[in-house]
């Protein structure tokens, strides 16, 4: 009767040993997955943010003509004459 409790046990710890270690396996392949694609989405993020920095310091002289058409946008939602002083 010992024997087969003996080896009973033995086949219990050495199931629940492969499972918990097959789950930190796992555990840690979905470390290192989060880990590559939280580095791989900030190089995105720095070439897309690039090219909208340079824009930036281009566009920050406004034409009349785009006053205008932002005066007119305020008007027609406020319907209201308005006087545009400053566009941030």
């Known amino acids: 009767m010992w024997d087969k ?8 710890l050495v199931g629940i040993s492969a ?13 290192i997955l989060q880990f590559i694609d939280n580095k791989l989405n900030s190089i ?3 070439k897309k943010l690039t090219p909208l ?3 930036e310091k281009n566009d920050l002289k406004l034409s009349p003509e785009i006053v205008a058409v932002i005066s007119a ?12 002083k400053k566009i941030k």
Do not use: G, T
């Open 44 to 46: 995105r993020v720095q």
């Open 19 to 31: 499972v918990f270690s097959s789950l930190f396996f796992f555990y840690i392949i979905i470390m």
């Open 73 to 84: 946008a305020v008007y027609e939602v406020i319907k209201k004459p308005i006087v545009v």
């Open 53 to 55: 920095i340079n824009e």
């Open 5 to 12: 409790l003996s080896e009973s046990l033995v086949v219990m």
